[in-house]
């Protein structure tokens, strides 16, 4: 009898080898297939690549001011001519960010609890959870078209839409941090005679509170480096400024513009990382 079983454990432990074997191959196959028409629909030539490198490269340079020792304070102010306009236009497109993060960070935070699934109501978790969808899936681009459209030119349409798509990035982190959360806080609000929105407030949040600041940081982040495309739509910011530059091959101004937004993001990166570990202390 042991014997037997043994083969018959043996047997199975075959077939589910096998079994395991046949997917593994199966789902490598689906992988490679989805590869080779991904490659096919982008158009993936590795001759076109090889020859726009080179062009890609020599756009690059041409970018690059000509600094000399000798004359290395006339060739700065000659790069950044506009530097005092175009830190203006900088500081427009930082505000746009600020503003539409933190409009749709509200907005998020709101729609998040009836989307987390742990927490809120059956009834209120998917609608809130496809207006968060709707929200997020417009590109940035494409709502401040819309927004252009309804309000005119200008910063207004610029942060609305960064405040729609914040809204529905925020909002599903937001909504996965609460369902985190344990229930032991939640029931003792609960059980204290507590509503629903408390229980949200004083059970959820207060856990939920580290990951909210994080996400909220990072995505001002993230914001900033929309912003400062949206010009090209008339959404405000020194987009315009840059999308000018490229169309009228300007090409120092092009690097010049490219080097401040570049050193605002980072200076914005190391704010922002301050604060969280002021905020939030060092996560292990």
């Not at 914001?223 to 169309?247: D, K, P, T």
Request: hydrophobic share 55%.
């Amino acid at each position: 009898m042991t014997s037997l079983a043994q083969s018959a454990a043996a047997g199975r432990w075959r077939q589910a080898a096998l079994a395991r074997r046949r997917t593994l191959l199966v789902g490598a196959a689906v992988f490679l297939a989805a590869v080779i028409l991904a490659a096919r629909v982008g158009e993936v030539d590795p001759r076109r690549l090889a020859a726009g490198l080179p062009m890609a490269a020599d756009y690059i340079w041409r970018t690059i001011p000509t600094l000399r020792l000798d004359t290395l304070g006339a060739d700065l102010a000659e790069w950044m001519w506009g530097l005092g306009h175009w830190l203006r236009l900088l500081g427009d497109t930082l505000l746009i960010a600020y503003a539409g993060t933190v409009l749709g960070g509200l907005a998020a935070l709101l729609l998040s609890f009836p989307a987390a699934a742990t927490f809120a109501p059956r009834w209120a978790v998917m609608p809130a959870r496809r207006l968060l969808e709707l929200a997020r899936t417009v590109p940035v681009l494409v709502l401040a078209l819309i927004f252009v459209y309804a309000f005119g030119l200008g910063s207004f349409a610029g942060m609305l839409a960064i405040a729609v798509h914040s809204t529905g990035a925020l909002g599903k982190l937001f909504a996965e941090e609460h369902e985190n959360a344990q229930h032991g806080p939640v029931d003792g609000v609960r059980s204290a005679g507590g509503s629903w929105a408390q229980q949200m407030r004083f059970g959820v949040l207060p856990q939920s509170m580290p990951g909210v600041l994080s996400y909220g940081l990072l995505r001002f982040e993230i914001n900033m480096r929309e912003a400062s495309v949206l010009g090209i739509v008339g959404a405000g910011g020194i987009g315009e400024e840059l999308y000018l530059a490229v169309r009228q091959f300007e090409y120092p101004d092009i690097s010049a513009i490219v080097v401040l937004i570049l050193t605002t993001v980072a200076a914005i990166d190391l704010l922002c990382e301050r604060l969280r570990r002021r905020v939030i202390g060092p996560r292990a």
